[in-house]
């Protein structure tokens, strides 16, 4: 609870000039996120090209190259910025994708991902999890990244869907963008004999209350959504998402 010490009052709050890092930093996010990446990059490029390297300008030149559709220069700049524990979950998730594809272009046997390819792809992801806000993409790409695993998923590595089902549920999210999740969460829980049939039964019905919803209102093909039964648990179905079929 705060004290009354806490309030700010006219007294507590010092004026300054920003400085040259800040100014470069405010800019680009603002312009970045008005979706203008060409003019926040311009404005990141204008500290960094003055020496600053600070984690928050690296990843968003990072964000800002990715939205201008150059992987190659994104991902050198999310790199360092990651490794250096930057608060910015975006800069992680944005990261774990772009890991993410090029894992997809040299995977292990059976076209499927090896564990150091997981554990490449699930590090930056459980970092953006830490951090606030939430972002829905963090979930997306886990459940991504195990439906494509060489190894099948143990409970304990599918709790997080299950927080993310959760989480979806609790806020009453009612997009067509956040269903697909809600669907890949529920189906690879009801698909995991090891959770026991009675809670996966409970995914199951979860799977199917979305299917229903998805199609009453005509998103499942905007989602991009397949469904095959499958001979898990006595034909629980399993919703398997189409290739990048997210939006």
């Known amino acids: 609870a705060l004290k009354p010490e806490d309030r700010l009052t006219p007294k507590s709050i010092e004026l300054r000039d920003a400085s040259i890092a800040e100014s470069a930093r405010l800019t680009g996010d603002a312009l970045r996120l008005a979706n203008r990446h060409d003019l926040a990059l311009a404005a990141y490029r204008s500290g960094y090209l003055r020496g600053h390297r600070e984690p928050a300008i690296l990843a968003g030149m990072g964000l800002a190259e990715d939205a201008l559709g150059h992987a190659d220069r994104a991902r050198e700049l999310l790199e360092p910025a990651a490794k250096s524990g930057v608060a910015l979950p975006s800069a992680h998730v944005t990261l774990a994708r772009l890991r993410l594809a090029e894992a997809a272009t040299r995977p292990a046997a059976d076209g499927k991902l090896s564990p150091e390819q997981m554990t490449a792809i699930l590090t930056p992801l459980f970092e953006a999890r830490k951090l606030q806000p939430a972002l829905p ?38 997009l067509p963008r956040q269903f697909p999740l809600l669907i890949r969460c529920d189906g690879l829980l009801a698909g995991l004999q090891e959770l ?7 995914h199951l019905v979860r799977l199917n209350e979305a299917m229903g919803l998805m199609e009453q209102r005509g998103w499942q093909q905007r989602a991009g959504i397949a469904v095959q039964q499958g001979p898990v648990l006595g034909g629980v179905c399993q919703a398997l998402p189409l290739a990048d079929a997210l939006p």
Not at 142 to 156: G, L, M, N, T, V
Not at 196 to 202: C, D, H, K
């Open 137 to 174: 993409e963090t979930y997306e790409l886990i459940a991504e990244a195990w439906a494509r695993s060489a190894q099948p998923p143990k409970p304990e590595h599918l709790a997080v869907l299950d927080e993310a089902s959760f989480r979806l549920r609790l806020a009453q999210l009612d």
């Open 196 to 202: 026991g049939l009675e809670v996966a039964q409970l």
